[in-house]
């Protein structure tokens, strides 16, 4: 088993920058791609990034690439996702997920890959 737990979410205005973070527990952390996948109201689960185990290969969906960015620091056991220029469409509950790794490089964006998830942390741009 491994329990996720988010937080930073909160209130930002558009053009801001927020910082979220995940801490994982349980199982050996490094053996797992981890992933941000978020939910607006009235919408489906999307993917918005992944990072590999190990070598750190990362992939980004392309509404978030070049504004989010996505680390892991497997001594702490957390995975962080910086988001920069928010906008009012990035509005959403941001969840932290874990799969666990079948190669080096390995990432997915299918939601139904992946074993573990947080309980989301509610992210809201201002206009």
């Known amino acids: 088993q491994v329990q996720l737990v988010e937080s930073g979410g909160r209130l930002v205005q558009a053009g801001g920058s927020l910082r979220l973070s995940c801490a994982a527990t349980?199982?050996?952390?490094?053996?797992?791609?981890m992933a941000w996948f978020r939910q607006a109201p009235g919408k489906e689960r999307e993917f918005v990034t992944a990072?590999?185990?190990?070598?750190?290969?990362?992939q980004y969906a392309d509404s978030v690439r070049g504004r989010f960015t996505i680390s892991r620091d497997d001594a702490k056991n957390t995975v962080d996702l910086q988001m920069n220029s928010l906008k009012p469409e990035d509005t959403a509950v941001y969840y932290c997920?874990?799969?666990?790794?079948?190669?080096?490089?390995?990432?997915?964006?299918?939601?139904?890959?992946?074993?573990?998830w947080g309980q989301g942390t509610q992210v809201t741009v201002s206009s």
């Open positions: 997920a874990a799969k666990f790794a079948r190669y080096y490089g390995e990432t997915t964006t299918d939601a139904n890959q992946y074993d573990y």
């Open positions: 349980g199982r050996t952390f490094s053996n797992y791609v």
């Open positions: 990072i590999s185990r190990n070598d750190g290969i990362t």
